[in-house]
């Protein structure tokens, strides 16, 4: 009922900035909480950040706080995560996530309900 597909990846230098895209192709997202995670190879998946149905709340890894900021455009059932002052520990894979009945913006994979393919995200020195 709901197909998550990521874009806006690509290759960046050290300092600079890229904005992802997550949209879905069947049912709307606007009641579901969103979330941002990411994996490297050989480490496992990370938590990046999380948004309200609503997009009144919001939830950061503290590493991405100050760099990295969710949004959301109900409309265009379409989530954001604007990436800034992009470093190379940034590189991996990200993945949009969404969780039918989130309320506390959890950063646990597993209560997540419908996972993206992921879009690369390589920052070079």
């Known amino acids: 009922q709901v197909q998550l597909v990521e874009s806006g990846g690509g290759l960046v230098q050290a300092g600079g900035s890229l904005r992802l895209s997550c949209t879905s192709s069947?049912?709307?997202?606007?009641?579901?909480?969103m979330s941002w995670f990411r994996q490297a190879p050989g480490k496992e998946r990370e938590f990046v950040a999380a948004?309200?149905?609503?997009?009144?709340?919001?939830n950061y890894a503290d590493s991405m706080k100050g760099r990295f900021t969710i949004s959301r455009d109900n409309a265009k059932n379409t989530v954001y995560l604007q990436m800034n002052s992009l470093k190379p520990e940034d590189t991996a894979v990200y993945y949009c996530?969404?969780?039918?009945?989130?309320?506390?913006?959890?950063?646990?994979?597993?209560?997540?309900?419908?996972w993206g393919q992921g879009t690369q995200v390589t920052v070079s020195s």
């Open positions: 996530a969404a969780d039918r009945f989130g309320v506390f913006l959890t950063p646990t994979p597993n209560n997540y309900d419908y």
């Open positions: 069947g049912r709307a997202l606007s009641t579901y909480a």
């Open positions: 948004i309200s149905s609503s997009a009144l709340s919001t």
